[in-house]
């Protein structure tokens, strides 16, 4: 039976001097203001691989304790792939990245090349969309930056 998840991240902006997304390092002024590497994509994906597996959130399993201080979110995201059951398999997984910049279109391919390897899933599988806010007040991305990630996957039954 196929069964999703969805998952969301934001995380504030702060100066620096590169961006974790998808576990693909980007060259900017920015960097993610957080507890780990502030990997708005792989946060988002991890929540939502935990949601299609009814197995709660990304806090409940990596807390911000000194444990995860600064970790590797891909790092975090195989913890979570080896908690699938046997016949389960990840089916395909949509993505939307919230970034006024740097863009991301020049980066989807090694973003998807990186991903792949973790979830076992074919780079043809994987969306990576990006998109900006236009500037709108009510939505107001200019000192931050988030993802929205859904995933199917087949359990087997």
Known sequence: MNKVGI??????????DHLIVGGHRIKCEFSSQAHSD??????????ALLGALNLGDIGEHFPNTPEYLNVSSIKLLKKVVQKMPENTKIINVDTSIILNTPKISPHKNAI??????????????????????????????????????????DDGN
């Open 7 to 16: 998952g969301v991240d934001f995380h504030s902006l702060i100066k620096g």
């Open 38 to 47: 502030g990997d708005v994509l792989t946060h988002s994906i991890i929540d």
């Open 112 to 153: 998807k090349k990186s991903l792949s390897e973790v979830l076992g899933v074919n780079t043809n599988n994987i969306s990576i969309k990006g998109t900006t806010t236009n500037n709108l007040g009510f939505v107001d991305m200019s000192n931050g930056w988030g993802a929205q990630a859904i995933l199917t996957i």
